[in-house]
């Protein structure tokens, strides 16, 4: 949340947090409806439009700026530096991606958006640089 686009303040109450954290599974999740208890909890309060939706998508990146990225730092994303990044990426895997570019298409630009922020994630966190 640190550096997230979106705030969800009411959601880090602690008290909030502990009470969901103690609830079984089956409280929160009801086959593939995730967030069952929320939603339960909203009926009413919420148009029922944004209490039911299941097309929720992830933010991404301009697929321009991926690749830009890849492109410009490719040697740096290609080399492991440390066993974490070496144990769970392929450097050459996403040497090829690079490579590749915008005509691998949007899977492409996607694996490669993931690969680039976990090793950048990874360099943070293990080594305190990116």
Do not use: Q
């Amino acid at each position: 949340m640190a550096h997230s686009i979106e705030a969800r303040v009411p959601f880090l109450d602690h008290r909030l947090v502990e009470y969901a954290l103690r609830l079984p599974t089956a409280s929160k999740l009801r086959g593939a409806e995730t967030k069952s208890v929320l939603r339960r909890a909203l009926a009413g309060t919420l148009p029922e439009s944004v209490r039911s939706r299941r097309d929720k998508i992830g933010f991404r990146a301009e697929p321009a700026v991926t690749w830009r990225l890849g492109a410009r730092e490719r040697d740096a994303f290609v080399a492991a530096k440390c066993e974490l990044e070496e144990r769970w990426l392929d450097g050459a895997a996403l040497g090829s991606l690079i490579d590749r570019g915008a005509s691998g298409g949007a899977d492409a630009e996607f694996a490669l958006w993931r690969g680039l922020n976990l090793k950048l994630w990874l360099r943070e966190v293990v080594h305190g640089d990116s």
